[in-house]
């Protein structure tokens, strides 16, 4: 019996999240071809279906389509890094400017209810301090979406999320590397408190200060001088590695 066109679009949309999840993760390695076949046969999903999801991470920046070649995991580099890093700080800033001018009481209760739950939660696995906690890595970004949500402007939102995405493959990249003590929950509260006082330029500074010490620590562990171009990523092979060849 053939499948129905909502059915092969839910096909569609779950090839698209469990690729997204395994490329934010950086489980498939920057730079590594995809190869569609095997893709179709792990996700036990069509061909359409995986064009289609390649598609869509392509639009976003996250896979690369090559002519006559197929598709590659988007690579990275320190360049890319540093304007990442800024024009995220700048689209973010924004977001959050806004929010604090216009949120009300509901806004600034799910920021404390984000926060506390981010604050509650280890940042690496308790087995393995060199793993990032898929936990807090889940509520990291929805402080992140909190901190912004009262922003009523959709086309920074959708700008933001973007940028946060893309950020979000070199920040856990950074994770086995760093040796930089930080105190993550206190930069987190100090940039809600000042969120919630309606401090709009002690909150954009908190924030981008919080945003480029990740990638200054990212900048000088992995790309040192005479560094390869790209760092390595210590951790399991994920569902979808079969995937994927080292170029």
Not at 118 to 136: A, C, F, K, V
Not at 139 to 165: F, N
Request: hydrophobic content about 40%; charged content about 25%.
């Amino acid at each position: 019996m053939p499948r129905s066109a909502s059915d092969s679009s839910s096909l569609t949309q779950d090839a698209y999240e469990r690729l997204r999840a395994d490329l934010l993760a950086c489980r498939l390695r920057p730079g590594t071809r995809l190869k569609i076949g095997a893709l179709c046969q792990t996700l036990s999903v069509s061909l359409s279906a995986v064009r289609e999801a390649l598609s869509r991470l392509t639009s976003e920046g996250l896979v690369v389509a090559e002519p006559q070649r197929g598709f590659r995991v988007a690579p990275i580099s320190a360049d890319e890094l540093r304007d990442l890093t800024g024009v995220r700080a700048q689209i973010e800033g924004m977001c959050l400017e806004r929010a604090i001018a216009v949120g009300d009481v509901a806004w600034e209760s799910r920021l404390v209810a984000a926060f506390h739950r981010l604050s509650r939660t280890p940042e690496r696995e308790p087995g393995d301090p060199q793993r990032m906690n898929e936990e807090w890595s889940a509520a990291h970004t929805a402080y992140h979406e909190a901190l912004v949500g009262a922003c009523d402007s959709p086309w920074l939102l959708r700008l933001r999320g973007l940028l946060y995405a893309q950020s979000e493959r070199y920040r856990r990249l950074s994770v086995p590397l760093a040796e930089v003590a930080r105190d993550l929950i206190r930069e987190h509260r100090d940039i809600m408190e000042a969120a919630l006082a309606r401090d709009a330029p002690g909150a954009r500074a908190l924030l981008k200060e919080h945003i480029e010490l990740t990638t200054r620590v990212l900048l000088e562990q992995s790309w040192p001088a005479g560094a390869p171009a790209s760092p390595t990523q210590r951790g399991t092979r994920p569902a979808t590695a079969a995937i994927a060849t080292a170029a």
